[in-house]
């Protein structure tokens, strides 16, 4: 695994999302919400890096940020040699084929008014010069592909299935042979015994088309499973990063080891090993990080020190990355 | 969708009677007499007789089963007539629904009042909807921005200034304040005899429509830039919406082909709801601007107890307002496939 | 030479005397604007009492006889005014023979016949017609055409004031052709003769439509080939009272605004613009209280407000007094109608030659003596600071219709009956059901189920014969009779049914206004009737249009044949 040269393919570098808070009768801004406040990662042509974390700690903007969706505050976003962080118009549409998302909630993500053949072909008739008959079908291959039979292309989304419709977004997203896709918790709205379908696609599809996923999760064993190394993410912060398998065994991070500590092992034998770490307090609001570590309000063993500096992003063993005070 | 119409029509039929039969009897329970506005130099005798003449000593059922008669059956026959010339029955005296105070057909009264009730009602509609919609749009777009600021204020002093007093706010600075030969001043009455005939007569239409339109469409758009802003809003943090952006889109093809429609849906449905209204006429406007239109001849009815007038009038809004709430119903049908009435 | 300086000369002749026709001619002034907040409903004045319907239509529609700006009769389709004098009323007083000029013609070039007054008079008084001017034909027994140009109007009895029909915009003349199929209960079936009655006016009907505008024109056929100045008018309609003003004061579209009843310092306002002119005339309108001599209590039932129980303190007539002597009529009319109003101590204040002298002094107002005055008849000021007498509290109820004037009317003069120790409680109705006439209604102005109520009454024409026979005992309203009749405060005096009866019966001019300014001074004097304020009409009128004068006793526009635009 570590014998090829690795290759990023996409570098995020300090990458910050603050969204303003308007308040009061003239909607003055008054403040921000630091989603994302200076985080760094590559991704690795061919992998699935995994982005863990609690609720409301920003992955989803993290995502979002990465494929430009939102004008992002400060960082720099390359993607195949390009920085997209500061492209706009018609640079960034063409770099657009390149990246991809597949979306949580596959109904809320189709436009109701348009049928899954529009959905589908739309991104077609914009970057591609197709006759009709050939974007027919494509449209079809891509609903093969998918799984998904050629007759309901002129349905609407919402006479689908939850399972159905997340195969139509991810034809769709699949469309403009992109090289990298950020699946933004692509199978927490599906039924369980859908999960694994879903999964096992996105699998066979990565191997046939050689993609780059950005597989963002809350579920850690999904996440275990399928990524080739894993992010966590606290409060706006990336707190750990590195091999899967490394990762999940060894934790590093105060708050990595909590959030392992909840998740049943596989394997029996490591099962002693960890104890459930249960945390204290609320997740503080990202409007207003606390000052320091920003885990500093929950660590078990927080410092001092841990209240009044940032702890340096750094690399704590070979590919391993860490942001606390007290790993060495 | 045409059977569900048809069944909704069906199921109309006797919701309008009933509401027919209701109009009646408030009417006829409101404590007003037609010879009440007489001048008290006409002698209670006289009044009596008056009403006699106008059919008030009949009881209330026979009253409201011959003004169905005239307004479902002679009614009909007399459009029949006038205009096919198919005469069916008795066609020289059939006995139409008569105004108690002009003594005129009451259908001829709301026929020429047409007129300048849709140009100038209905113009500030579609006016206000031509305003409201792109800067419901761009509020949205740019939320907080300066033009959402200033549209929000707009929409503010739309609601809440009374429309008498943006309409004699305008006369006073158009019609008084700039001097009649300037090209800026505009007629504070409106001349409803007026024919549009050749470049200089529909100048002086749109002259004279200018300030009713105006003031009734700040009215109008101040509603419906509030319900397209509020469903814009709603649409723009859709993830289809990133959907479309991450499809590589251009933005206006985002927010024309994506959002917009998306948008339009329940503000299609706002504007179908608020069509009935033009016929009613705008009240205030009408009597302020001398409009006289379908509002002040209901007023002028209401007023005088003319009952017949204003049974027919309103029953005539009960059955738009019936049928726009259908219309709004099919839209809302035909514009988003996840509605399905079958 | 000779030649030449002739040929100039008449040329020169001819030019002029153009110019001296044109000046003359009909039409020579364009169009004019005529603005009537209340919309003009129909042309036929026989099917409306409205004054907005009766003054439109009478552009078109006219009587035998007018009432100029000062009262006086004027012959309008006739020569002369008949009158015992000249032959044209019988000296038994029961019939009037009018005679009609030569050579009138309808606007459609037929001739008007004596056959036209009578078929107006059939018209009139059929009964299934509701006709609203029936009252003018009050005892008319027979109308009938003795030649093509002279009818005879015969009374059931002797009518010392045979004026009633045909005198007046109230009563003009159709004509028959086109009304034949209009008779009785057809007469509401007839739009298109009730919408462009054909008429002997100045102006003819070129479209009506109802409740809004009116467009006319020049009548061709009209008998002064020099009139009317204006081609074409134009009668708009709608809006209120203020918009009507100021488009005729301010912004100048308008030249004619009729019955502007606004607060007095809009009206010098709007006239300081310099483009217009407010007129104003007093008619016989009066701004009155009328005190219920009879007991309103509910405990009574259907016996409420009815002479059979007579009012607990109103009977006596020096409460009647000090509540008149309370009230500071000069400061009402200044806050209530400045130019549009003037003090009165009379209910028949006008023409000027029934107006008593006998009752001044109204002018001041006088709570000292008015306090003095109940002090005397035993009305003692309880611990609350109200009177009261053997158990009977001065506690008044005082109800009006709803208007803003009348509310402001209210509210002082409960303030100055405080001083005297009345405790007064304020009613107002909304107008329609006041004046409406509902049987079913309790707050009609007839059942008068308060102690005082305000209104203002006035009467058509000159003759206040009718008006003060209002105050007989058998006018007075009560159950028996539906609740009609004009006799609110149920004033019943065998003197003043005497005079009544005595006016009835005399024709002399000075002999019937002696008879009425006593009948005044009786009312006045035991202070049954408190009048308030005389009201005025006030319209406004563009400064370039002449010719116009406020008429109070006709229509508005009964000399717009005269009407013209100034150079
Ligand atoms: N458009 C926005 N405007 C303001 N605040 C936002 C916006 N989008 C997200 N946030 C805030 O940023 C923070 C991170 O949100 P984000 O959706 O990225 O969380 P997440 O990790 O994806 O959570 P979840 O697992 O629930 O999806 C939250 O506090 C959220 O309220
Ligand atoms: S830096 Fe301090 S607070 Fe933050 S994780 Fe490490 S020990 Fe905990
Ligand atoms: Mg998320």
Known sequence: MLDAPKKPLVRVENLKMHFPIFRGVLKRQVGAVKAVDGISFDVFEGETLGLVGESGCG???????????????????????????????????????EMQMIFQDPQASLNPRMTVGSIISEPLDEHEHMTRDEKRAKVGELMDAVGLARRFADRYPHEFSGGQRQRIGIARALALNPKFIVCDEPIAALDVSIQAQVVNLLEDLQEKFGLTYLFISHDLSMVRHLATRVAVMYLGRLVELGDAET?????RHPYTQALLSAVPNPDPAQAGHIERIILEGDVPSPANPPPGCTFSTRCPRAQAVCKQDSPAWREIGEGHFAACHFIE | MLNFTLRRLMFTIPTLLLISFIIFLILDLAPNDPTGNLPLTIPPEVRAQIRTSLGLDEPMYWRYLLWCKQFFINEPLNLLNQWFGWCIGDCENRLRVTSFLTRSPVVDLIAERMPQTLWVVGMSYVVG?????????????????????????????????????????????????????????LPSIYDTTLKVVDWPSFVQQMRQMAMPVMVLALFNAAHISRFMRASMLDNLSQDYVRTARAKGLKEKTVLLVHVLRNSMIPVVTVIALGIPQVFGGAIITEQIFKVNGLGQLLIIGIQNSDIPLVQTLTFLFAVLIVIFNLVADVLYGLLDPRIRYD | MKLKYLVAGTLGAALLSTTAMAQMERGRDGNANIIYWQAASTLNPYLSGGTKDIDAASMVLEPLAHYDENGNMVPTLVDEIPTVANGGVSADLTSITWKLSEGLKWSDGTPVTSADVVFTANYCMDETGGCQQSAKFGGVKSVEALDDLTVKITFDGPKPFPYGPFVGATTPILQAAQFANCMGTAAPTCTEQNFGPIGTGPFTVTEFRANDTISLAANPNYRDPSKPAFATLTFKGGGDAAAAARSVLETGEFDYAWNLQLAPEVLADMEAKGQGTVLSGFGPLVERLM?????????????RSTVAHPHPFMTDPAVRQALSMAIDRPLLVEIGYGKAGKVTCNVLPSPAIYDS????????????????????????????????KDGVRLSILYQTSTNAVRQDFQALIKQWWAEI???????????????????????????????VEMYANNFDGTDPEAYMGNWQCSEIPSPDNAWLGGNMPRYCNPDYDKLVKEMAGTADINERARLAIAMNDMLMQSYTIIPLVHRGNVAARSNTLEGVKLNVWDSDLWNVADWSRAK
């Open chain 3, 291 to 303: 005190i219920n001599l009879t007991d309103p209590d509910p405990k009574w039932g259907d016996e």
């Open chain 3, 421 to 451: 120790g009345v405790e007064t409680e304020l009613k107002n109705i909304d107008a329609a059901v006041f004046f409406g006439g509902d049987q079913s209604s309790p707050d009609t102005f007839q059942k008068l189920y308060a102690d």
């Open chain 1, 247 to 251: 990762l999940y065994m060894a934790p």
């Open chain 1, 59 to 97: 992955k989803s903007t993290v995502g979002r940020c990465v494929l430009r969706l939102y004008e992002v505050t400060g960082g720099s976003i390359t993607i195949d040699g390009t920085d997209i962080a500061t492209l706009s118009g018609a640079d960034l549409r063409a770099k657009r084929p």
């Open chain 3, 357 to 388: 002298p006998n009752n001044a002094g109204c002018e001041v107002q006088d709570i000292a003596g008015a306090n003095a005055l109940l002090d005397e008849a035993g009305w003692v000021r309880g611990a609350d600071g109200v009177r009261e």
């Open chain 2, 129 to 185: 909807v031509l305003i409201a919609l792109p800067i419901g749009v761009i509020s949205a777009y740019k939320q907080y921005s300066w033009f959402d600021q200033f549209g929000t204020l707009i929409a503010m002093i739309g609601f809440s200034v009374p429309t008498f007093f943006t309409g004699v706010l305008m006369i006073v600075i158009f019609s008084v304040m700039i001097p009649q030969d300037s090209m800026f001043w």
